[in-house]
């Protein structure tokens, strides 16, 4: 098929022919340009076709916008789609669909997804329902309940401890982070740096673990911590040695930890006999949240720890050691407040 030559005059020819070699334009207006001007020199829509690689169909259409309109039939347009209308009852079936389980087997539903089950021509109108909604079924959160059934005495003795502790005594929130791991990264950090995150290699050697003790005092916010090669009940009663060494002698002593098994064994009841002045407090079952020590362990963990770079075992104690002495250099103790749930409003 030979398609009929157009006429240009010079200014569309030259500005055509920049068109065609710009490196600034779309490419797509290049292209166009570049269209014309073979039109322009006589070339029929097969050699244009396989010159371009475009179908008959697209020299047609920018073939006639240019002799109707000229330069200015060669900008794009854009039909636009039809308005989406999104009515109450529209949205209920949304929302409705949405806690559903998909019948494809996975768990929950994406926009596209949902939309195409329900025969809607847009996800969009999904995006939009769960924004008004805030429903992200993308994400879930995670919860533990506490089977203790003497959860609430407990719960109020511990907090009691918090909020109003005996007098002349010291009160510790006490537990163990197990496990500790000395990654020794295998390639260098790339530092921080304007615009780029620092960079860690994704290898690494595991030189071993080790355990840390650590007890917060509430009153202070100070913490005495100890590290250990294994987690044991031996290891747990020399560190309640050492907290009792720490105080005054024969002051009233108070240690908020959880049940973990090696805070129940003979070899503590021993201890505690040993020592009349020092009284044991266990937060419910699952509720380890209530002892004031997770959070200092969180911190610890986020400052030094998931990023650290650690040689050796050794390496890791004494980084462990001096992050203490350097907390305790300015300690806060931990205020917290409550807020009644059956106050809020919705």
């Known amino acids: 098929m030979i398609g009929s030559v157009i006429e ?48 008959p169909g697209f020299i047609s259409r920018w073939k006639k916008r240019f002799e109707a309109e000229g330069l200015v039939g060669l900008a794009t347009r854009h039909q636009g789609s039809c308005r989406r209308v999104l009515t109450p009852k529209l949205e209920a079936r949304i929302l409705e669909w949405t806690r559903r389980k998909p019948s494809d087997g996975s ?17 969009m109108l999904v995006a939009e329902v769960w924004k008004r909604a805030n429903l992200k079924p993308q994400r879930i959160k995670r919860y533990m309940v506490s089977d203790d059934p003497d959860f609430e005495n407990k719960a109020a003795d511990v907090i ?22 000395a990654l020794d ?45 294994r987690h044991t009940t031996e290891e ?12 005054k002698r024969g002051r009233e002593i108070h240690v908020i930890l959880d049940n973990l098994s090696t805070h129940k064994t003979k070899r503590v009841e021993q201890f505690l006999s040993d020592h009349p002045n020092v ?20 911190k610890i963990e986020r400052d030094l720890i998931a990023r650290g770079i650690f040689r050796s075992v050794g390496d890791l104690k004494r980084k462990i050691m001096r992050y203490i002495r350097a907390h305790n250099s300015n300690p806060k103790p931990i205020r917290w407040t409550y807020t009644d749930a059956s106050n809020r409003i919705h």
């Open 185 to 229: 990264r295998l390639d260098p950090v790339l530092p921080l740096s304007p615009g780029r995150l620092e960079r860690h290699g994704f290898e690494y050697y595991r030189h071993g673990t080790l355990s840390l003790y650590a007890a917060l005092n509430t009153k202070s916010g100070k913490v005495i911590g100890k590290t250990a090669a």
């Open 279 to 298: 009284q044991l407090h266990f937060t419910p079952t699952y509720s380890s949240w209530l002892n004031q020590v997770e959070i200092w362990f969180g």
């Open 8 to 55: 240009l005059t010079a200014e569309q020819k030259l500005e055509l022919t920049s068109r065609s070699r710009s490196r600034s334009l779309r490419s797509e207006d290049s292209r166009k340009a570049r269209l014309i001007l073979m039109l322009a020199e006589g070339c029929s829509y097969a050699e244009i076709r396989n010159s371009m690689g475009c179908d």
């Open 160 to 181: 009691g401890l918090y909020v109003n502790p005996p007098q002349h005594a010291a009160v510790f929130c006490l537990d163990e982070k197990t496990a500790i791991q």
């Open 236 to 247: 747990f009663v020399a560190f309640l040695g050492e907290l009792v060494a720490s105080q």
């Open 107 to 123: 768990t929950h539903w994406t926009t596209r997804k949902l939309a195409r089950a329900m025969g809607l021509k847009h996800h």
